[in-house]
Each structure stands twice: as structure tokens, then as C-alpha cells.
């Protein structure tokens, strides 16, 4: 039998060329014996493999879909900007003109002056302070007792059938008829205050987080049930996570309804708070002092509000 020869290549058991093996290895080894770009994750040519190269592309669209996106932000709140530049400029030519009665609407002019009046007197902050103490409580009030109302309702179907035409009684009833009711057993005083806006905003949240818990997806509740999942631990783990969106839309709604409660109890009880500077202009004909209050109701009220969309924008960024 012929020997082999020092220049005759083996054979390796699969039946390949042992050196091309050997050397096919080698290519992949760096010096220190770990895998180099010619590892396991690249390709023959030393690049990257489709699959990084289709991330790469993933990667570089979604930025880009958020420059734009932060352009359009950016171009809609200019817009916003100017709108509101022209509308105090046309404020302010229509009453010097007297296109409108200056003594009714008065001029932007009249209303700065009146604020800094005030401001100087040290009333302002005050008044402000009044009413976004008494606007925040019952904001978080009417909030955290509309999804505690809205997560019994759902523990107990029963119920929620029982109180349902009663729930639909007091959304139709007007708030402001309960004003004085209010006053008689709360007193004349912020309790007063803060129910009336309660009372204005809890039944709009009630209605809306349980809406939300009832359209939870089914298929989810029905595997959760496979797995003897309890009713609570439905709620903790299901219902109350998926409802996250609904519950952070009603808080948004229950800015502008909170306000709209403080103002008209300070309407009927207050003697302080900007809802008192409105209802004391009319009394004296002071338009000025009127006007000042609704455009700081309107500034606060849009501060509020954003804080509230910021909030919302950071959670669901926590949830993605």
C-alpha cells in the first residue's frame, strides 16, 4: 500500500480537504483566537449580513420620521403663535377703532395695565394662588374618585346595573343648580368650592374609565382565566394597565371641567380667587378687571392642560 506523501494533502473524515478546513478556521480566528469580522456575524466579504443591514435601514427611517415629526410640532406651534398675535393685534385695532365697544371688550392695552396693577397692590398672586389650589384638588379629587367608582363598577356588574339610570340622572343634571345645596352643607368656604368642581368632573370620568375597563380585550381576560387568575389579579394585571390611555384621556378632559367648577363656585361663594375678580368687575362695570380674569383663566388653564399632555407623553414613552 502506497504511502502518502508530505505534499499530499488528508482527507477529512466528511470527506474535504483537511488544509481547507484547517484554513477555514484560521480565517476566522483573530490573534487572540476570538472571532474576527469574518465570524459567525459577518459574511464572506467581510460585511455586515442583510439582517443588520435591514436594522441599519429601520434604525435610520425612524429618526428620520422623528425630525419630521419635530418639524411639524415645531411649524404648529408657530402657527399657534402667530394666530395668537393676530388676535391681540386685531383685538387691540377693532376697539381703538371702535369696531367693538372698548367698554365691553376693552383693549389688550387696559387689561396688561389692569394686571400690573394688581400685581403691584399684591392681590394677583393671591387670587391666582387661590384658584389653582382649588382647581388642582379637585382636578386629582374628581379623578381619583371617578376610577375608584369606575373600578367598583366593574368588580360588580350587579351594581353597576342598579346605578346605571342614577349615574345617567346626575351627568344630566345641571352643576350649577347644586351650588347652593353645596354652600348649606359644606359652608361658604373652599370645601364648598372644590366639591362644585367635583361634582362637575367626576361622573365624565366615571363613565369614561369604565367604558375602558368593559371594552378590555376579551381573549386576553379568557387566557388570564385559563391560568386561574382571580378577579383582582385580572384588574391588577389587565384591565387597569390597559385602560392607561383612557384614564390619561379623562384627565385631560377634567382640566377644562375642573375649571369650569372652581370658577362658578367662586361665582356664587368666593371672595377671593380669579372667579371673584370676574363676578366683582361686573358688579363695579369694570370690564377691564373681567377680561383680565379670562385671559388668566385661559393662560392657566392651557398650562395645566400641557402639563397634563407632558404626563401623558411620558408614560406612554414608559410603556413603550
Not at 384614564?247 to 371672595?271: D, H
Request: glycine share 8%; proline share 5%.
Amino acid at each position: 500500500m502506497p504511502q502518502p506523501t508530505p505534499n499530499t494533502p488528508r482527507m477529512a473524515p466528511n470527506g474535504s480537504n483537511g488544509s481547507n478546513t484547517s484554513r477555514g478556521f484560521n480565517g476566522l480566528l483573530d490573534a487572540d483566537g476570538s472571532y474576527g469580522a469574518r465570524g459567525p456575524q459577518a459574511t464572506d466579504d467581510g460585511t455586515r449580513p442583510k439582517s443588520d443591514k435591514a436594522e441599519l435601514d429601520l434604525n435610520a427611517l425612524y429618526n428620520r420620521h422623528r425630525q419630521t415629526e419635530r418639524r411639524k410640532a415645531r411649524h404648529i406651534r408657530i402657527v399657534q403663535l402667530l394666530l395668537l398675535v393676530l388676535f391681540i393685534v386685531a383685538w387691540q385695532i377693532a376697539a381703538s377703532r371702535r369696531w367693538i365697544d372698548p367698554l365691553l371688550f376693552s383693549t389688550p392695552e387696559k387689561v396688561l395695565a389692569q394686571g400690573v396693577k394688581l400685581y403691584q397692590e399684591g392681590t394677583l398672586i393671591g387670587h391666582i394662588f387661590t384658584t389653582v389650589w382649588e382647581t388642582s384638588v379637585g382636578f386629582i379629587s374628581a379623578t381619583v374618585l371617578g376610577v375608584f367608582l369606575a373600578a367598583l363598577l366593574w368588580f360588580s356588574p350587579t351594581l353597576s346595573r342598579i346605578i346605571d339610570p342614577y349615574i345617567v340622572v346626575l351627568n344630566s343634571m345641571p352643576k350649577v343648580a347644586l351650588g347652593p345645596l353645596f354652600i348649606v352643607v359644606f359652608g361658604s368656604g373652599a370645601l364648598s368650592i372644590i366639591m362644585m368642581a367635583i361634582s362637575v368632573a367626576v361622573i365624565i370620568t366615571t363613565l369614561v374609565v369604565y367604558g375602558s375597563f368593559r371594552e378590555t380585550d376579551k381573549n386576553w381576560i379568557k387566557m388570564a382565566r385559563t391560568f386561574g387568575a382571580s378577579r383582582c389579579q385580572l384588574f391588577r394585571t389587565i384591565v387597569f394597565p390597559a385602560s392607561m390611555p383612557a384614564i390619561l384621556s379623562a384627565l385631560k378632559v377634567n382640566v377644562g371641567l375642573a375649571w369650569v367648577g372652581v370658577i362658578v363656585g367662586e361665582f356664587l361663594v368666593s371672595k377671593r380667587g380669579l372667579g371673584y375678580l370676574i363676578i366683582y368687575g361686573f358688579q363695579v362695570f369694570n370690564f377691564t378687571l373681567v377680561m383680565l380674569g379670562l385671559v388668566l383663566i385661559s393662560i392657566l388653564a392651557t398650562l395645566m392642560y400641557q402639563i397634563v399632555a407632558h404626563i401623558e407623553k411620558l408614560s406612554m414613552r414608559f410603556k413603550m
